[in-house]
């Protein structure tokens, strides 16, 4: 017997379910120890249960069998495959792939590369598997590529069949595989007789892979000729639309027609949209502050047991479950007893944050930067300024302030052997052992990783003596190392997966993609409590009231990772069905339908730069109740929250106000010092206390190259009166940039390709750069270039500091004749994209009166007044390191009295298309008003003397290239 | 952290993790005795008993079969093979505890292996090992890997459970050890002379019926 039947979900399609259930048990005599029930998460068969349940409960009976369909699919190898085979994780697939390219000698130089390829390339398989399609070679392989990758392409079916092989002789199966293998078997006469099960139900699937419609159609087949019952059950409501586009191509893939069906009428009302509001939030923390405070209201008078079915939150975005979690505990008062005290997640919980996880990635990071047995110092200290080595070695303070001071400006590389022995002479063998037991465990034992099983031996090495320090009852924690037990040390220690892959590089990067990768699945059993769910979770469950957080785009629907060799015209070419957005339509739209009332929180625009956009689901939401003629609410969270109580920075202390009144008595201060404060005071911290090294990156060193540059082709001009000419300045250019390319070694730092790239973006700025001033006639004058100016600034006696020296070297210094009046130019150039200034915010401040500030006021206030300073520079700080220049020079060059009309601070914009100068304006007249910028800076000096901590920034972005990224979220995570 | 196993304040996670970290003593057992149990309601389910030899081949095969849904790199793979293989092996040479489960399974009308079934006095799932169904009484078989894995109280439950789903059935009760090999019964009903558990060794298995 073949049935199909589509349940409305908004009839409960769970509760539905078991009903059509206790009705076929009456009417068609079934065991209920031969009927299957599958569903396509293990959630809904933990909320199918608890309903056959409830229907029943009041006495004793045998259950069906229940599968997800992960269950299903191992019950159906296991009872009919008849020869042996094995599964395989992802992570050991990638490593047999890697050594299939290596025989065929497809294989990168670098192993880094292979590793990040080599998953793109497995997807590749996995997606032909899917589909049951045969590989094809791909003659002419998208531009772009890197050559081994189009190699790939080009040999596709060889490297298929070799890798297939060498899978199959170790007795490895994909799972696409073992699907077509079941569904092969499912198609001779008898092997279905093995399943035991005389009933089979599929609930809820759609959108089916080849290999899935495949299984499935054969369960449709053994219907037909009644060897089984196979009944399909679809989540959809007929009455009210066609079904959904997802649902038609499912029903054409099994040839099936679906009926609606209704087992209690009562429940078939006419039922409307679910009651709906919409809440626009500034960020995370306000998001999960509201939906708690509301969940608080929801859940009084609620006991834990009967919350499943009531009350879900649900989380599509990971990330956002650590600040749920830290919610929720602040909403429930000490001593109070609430349902929300219990919770249970059915979630992947993000775990790439974990101080043990962050530790580790610095030890790999390191070793990647290690030359022989020499480590750069800043990343060295870096290692053991990690928090978590603090719990370990009680002395680590002592010694970390010896080590500065011992290697800080003198080594720019060091071996473990002599810091020892620096320390060994200047304190003695105590601590000189300690530093030996720190080398040992986080720098020696991963030297020497000649195989894969020693990196696992060292990573046990570490959590041995870390874990006794750890509280037990961490669930983070308890997640972090049963995802290390289960998914990343067994990897190290079967060998037969690293044939053939001797370099030792190949592990270490193997392990910073699986600890990159860190992830747990909490599969939210048992099922009580509090429910946080994903949002795939939620399939075939009715819920009272639903939370839905995030609801922005590319959190749902999710943005797929992009993998090159997948594009949709790759997909075409293989013949892989191109996913659209349909698919999340129907997930979205069948959800909307499961839920009596629905809050939908999403975080909003916060600026231009803002990659917040709310979800496409919001617009379709808006059109769903405008065509049912429903109102849709919208609520506007209060911004007056109780400030959150945990650590929003690193405590200040004694001892860092001294350091810091040492640095401002004794060192010039540069812009810097003031704008990384701005920034980011956690940062300031890292940098000018703690005096770890900023890393130079590549950016960096192309600005220094083309200052360089620019400083070469103008030096001619500064020894003479007259003015530039711009033509013979641009014939230079070619020359010049081959000159300083060779003097500083430029080729051998990039690759050829991007060294030939970032070689003619620079020449073809600057040739139409002076080209341009050329045509426009600019008539200018050197003054100076890259030169110093120094100026004092008083304060008012803090501490004994009467005066501070602040320093600046602006890149030129021109004067320029321009409509009969004389101008001065403080250039500076700058290469990042990013670079631009705010002419508005300029004027506006230069008529602000900057306010008083005085110590000794509370955290908020300490973190306002940044925000109040900040706003005055544009949003991106755009104008401070101008206007400071610009402050030095009338300090020093008495510009007041010159016969300059106007001073404009301009920066040069190597990477724009269009202006390749931008210019703030100030006249003569109103030079004065830039005094008030002493007063600023004497307030923020004042400010970190007094601050009560080293703020973390606000402004996340500001994290994305910060060098001190990694220790800065260590402490972070420490804190809170 | 806040999310916690079992601080008072902070919320806690009811949380169930998997442990099937092999290389620890806990997950390697667990694996371990998910092999024998699979290994040996497979015999009973396909009445393998009834024949007269049994190949090692066979074993071998359904060990593999249990360990399919445990993907690799699963450590100490080949460890549990050679110790499941041991232990079944020796299971199976003792001819008389062969011949006493082949006697009991002869009036089988149905056999159920694991069947899951809901428990209302308690509001529990439970899932016996083996259920041997005969027209005028219930078996239940528990299978343990050694007689101090035994709790009365589980057994005690399942009893319950099985009075509400046959009430018209005399309920027999048997332990089925596999280290040493042993079938012994528990609970014999429905006689006039109800025969109790013959006392185990373990101190926790004294006062089942008493």
């Known amino acids: 017997m073949l049935r199909s039947y589509l349940i409305p979900p908004s009839s409960h399609f769970l509760d539905s379910l078991s009903r059509l259930y206790f009705r076929d048990l009456e009417e068609k005599k079934y065991n209920p120890l031969e009927v299957a029930f599958v569903f396509p998460t293990g959630r809904a068969c933990l909320y199918f249960t608890r309903r056959l349940i409830q229907n029943k409960s009041s006495e004793s009976f045998f259950l069906p069998k229940i599968f997800s369909w992960e269950e299903f699919i191992n019950f159906c190898g296991e009872r009919l495959i008849d020869v042996s085979y094995k599964l395989l994780t992802n992570a050991g697939f990638e490593l047999l792939l890697l050594r299939t390219l290596k025989e065929l000698g497809l294989n990168f130089k670098d192993p880094e590369e292979d590793v990040y390829w080599t998953r793109h390339y497995l997807q590749v398989f996995e997606e032909l598997e899917k589909e049951g399609l045969t590989s094809k070679d791909l003659k002419i392989p998208p531009e772009g590529l890197p050559n081994k990758a189009q190699e790939f392409l080009e040999n596709l079916t060889t490297v298929y069949e070799h890798f297939k092989s060498r899978s199959a002789s170790l007795n490895y199966l994909f799972e696409a595989q073992l699907l077509h293998k079941i569904a092969e078997k499912l198609q001779e006469a008898d092997p279905y007789k093995k399943l035991k099960t005389s009933s089979f139900y599929f609930c809820g699937f759609g959108a089916l892979r080849k290999s899935e419609s495949n299984l499935l159609r054969a369960f449709v087949e053994l219907a037909k000729i009644d060897n089984l019952d196979t009944t399909f059950v679809f989540a959809w409501d007929a009455e009210k639309a066609e079904p959904h586009p997802i649902l038609q191509r499912t029903f054409k893939d099994l040839g099936l027609t679906a009926e609606r069906l209704i087992l209690d009428a009562s429940i078939e009302s006419s039922k409307k949209l679910p009651s709906v509001i919409i809440s626009e939030t500034s960020d995370v923390h306000e998001e999960v502050e509201l939906v708690c405070s509301n969940l608080k209201k929801d859940v009084d008078g609620l006991s834990a047991e009967s919350l499943p079915e009531k009350i879900a939150l649900i989380v599509p975005r990971e990330e956002t479950l650590v600040p749920l979690i830290h919610a929720l505990e602040e909403v429930v008062e000490e001593g109070e007893h609430s349902p929300l005290q219990e919770t249970n997640i059915a979630q992947s919980f993000p775990l790439y944050h974990h101080p043990i996880n962050i530790l580790l990635l610095n030890i790999i990071k390191l070793q990647k930067e290690r030359v022989d047995d020499k480590y750069p110092v800043a990343k060295y200290l870096e290692i053991l300024t990690q928090p978590l080595l603090k719990l370990l070695f009680p002395f680590l303070p002592q010694l970390l302030e010896v080590l500065s001071k011992v290697l800080q400006n003198k080594y720019g590389r060091v071996s473990l052997d002599e810091v020892e022995a620096l320390i060994g002479v200047s304190e003695g063998s105590f601590l000189q052992a300690e530093l030996s037991k720190i080398h040992d465990l986080f720098f020696r034992n991963w030297e020497n990783v000649d195989e894969p099983a020693k990196i696992a031996q060292a990573i046990e090495e570490v959590l041995r003596l870390l874990l006794p320090l750890l509280p037990k009852d961490d669930a983070e924690l308890i997640a972090y190392l049963t995802y290390f037990q289960t998914e990343v040390l067994p990897l190290f220690l079967q060998n037969e997966l690293w044939e053939g892959l001797k370099d030792r590089r190949y592990p270490f990067y193997q392990l910073r993609k699986l600890l990159e990768r860190a992830k747990y699945y909490l599969s939210g059993k048992p099922l009580k409590g509090l429910q946080i769910l994903g949002f795939l979770e939620t399939r075939l469950l009715n819920f009272k009231k639903a939370y839905l957080l995030d609801l922005n785009e590319g959190v749902l629907p999710p943005r797929e990772d992009f993998n090159p060799l997948l594009t949709d015209e790759m997909r075409s070419y293989f013949g892989l069905p191109v996913f659209t957005s349909s698919l999340w339509d129907y997930y979205f739209l069948t959800f909307l339908e499961s839920v009596d009332e629905l809050f939908i929180s999403y975080i909003g625009v916060e600026g231009e730069d803002s990659a917040n956009e709310p979800s496409r689901f919001i617009y379709r939401l808006r059109y769903e109740f405008a065509k049912s003629g429903q109102s849709l609410s919208k609520e506007t969270p209060l911004r007056s929250f109780p400030q959150r109580n945990f650590q929003e920075g690193i405590p200040v202390t004694d001892e860092h106000r001294e350091l810091i009144l040492s640095y401002l008595k004794n060192t010039q201060l540069s812009r810097s010092f003031f704008e990384t404060y701005l920034r980011c005071p956690a940062k300031f911290y890292f940098k000018y206390l703690l005096k770890i090294k900023e890393e130079e990156g590549d950016a960096a060193f192309l600005g220094n190259i083309t200052h360089e540059i620019l400083a070469e082709l103008l030096i001619p001009w500064i020894k003479t009166n007259d003015f530039i000419d711009f033509g013979e300045v641009t014939q230079n250019v070619d020359e010049t940039v081959n000159k300083v390319w060779e003097l500083k070694g430029v080729a051998k730092k990039f690759d050829p390709l991007l060294n030939l790239m970032v070689k003619m973006l620079i020449q073809g700025f600057l040739k139409k750069y002076f080209q341009t001033l050329s045509e426009q006639g600019i008539k200018r004058r050197v003054l100076g270039i890259e030169d110093e100016v120094i100026a004092d600034l008083t304060i008012n006696g803090y501490e004994g500091l009467s005066t501070v020296k602040l320093y600046g070297r602006c890149d030129l210094r021109m004067e320029e004749e321009a409509s009969g009046s004389l101008n001065y130019l403080i250039l500076d150039l700058k290469t990042s994209a990013s670079a631009g200034l705010k002419s508005k915010s300029f004027q506006k401040f230069l008529d602000i009166k900057i306010d008083d500030f005085k110590p000794s006021q509370t955290s908020y206030e300490y973190q306002k007044k940044l925000e109040d300073w900040k706003s005055h520079f544009g949003s991106n700080l755009n104008n401070f390191q101008l206007t400071f220049y610009l402050w030095l020079e009338i300090e020093k060059r008495n510009l007041t009295n010159s016969d300059y009309s106007y001073i404009k601070p301009t920066l040069i914009k190597i990477t724009s298309k269009d202006e390749p100068e931008e210019s703030l304006s100030i006249n003569k007249a109103e030079i004065f008003k830039i005094n008030k910028f002493s007063n600023l800076l004497r307030q923020m000096i004042v400010h970190r003397l007094t601050t009560p901590y080293f703020y973390f920034t606000e402004k996340d972005n500001n994290c994305d290239w910060c060098s001190y990224y990694s220790i800065c979220l260590s402490y972070r995570l420490s804190s809170s | ?210």
């Open chain 2, 1 to 210: 952290m806040p999310l916690q196993l079992s601080a008072k304040s902070a919320p806690k996670l009811l949380q169930e993790f998997t442990d099937s970290y092999t290389l620890s003593k806990e997950g390697f057992a667990k694996i371990l005795g998910e092999i024998l149990h699979f290994s040996i309601e497979r015999f009973i389910e396909n009445s393998i008993f009834s024949q007269e030899k049994f190949d090692q081949s066979i074993i071998n095969d359904l060990i593999e079969r249990a360990l399919r849904k445990y993907p690799d790199p699963l450590p100490n793979r080949s460890k549990i093979i050679s110790e499941a293989q041991n232990l079944l092996n020796n299971f199976f040479k003792n001819r008389e505890v062969v011949e006493e489960i082949r006697e009991l399974l002869l009036k089988a009308k149905n056999i159920l292996i694991e069947p899951q079934a809901y428990f209302h006095e308690k509001q529990e799932v439970l899932r016996p090992d083996i259920l041997v169904i005969n027209l005028k009484e219930v078996i239940l078989i528990e299978i343990k890997l050694r007689a101090s894995d035994y709790t009365e109280e589980q057994v005690t439950e399942y009893i319950r459970l099985l009075k509400n789903l046959f009430p018209n059935h005399p309920i027999r009760v048997y332990l089925l050890t596999i280290d040493p090999p042993a079938l012994k019964e528990i609970l014999r009903e429905g006689k006039e002379e109800e025969k109790y558990a013959e006392k185990l060794s373990h101190s926790t298995q004294l006062s089942l019926f008493g």
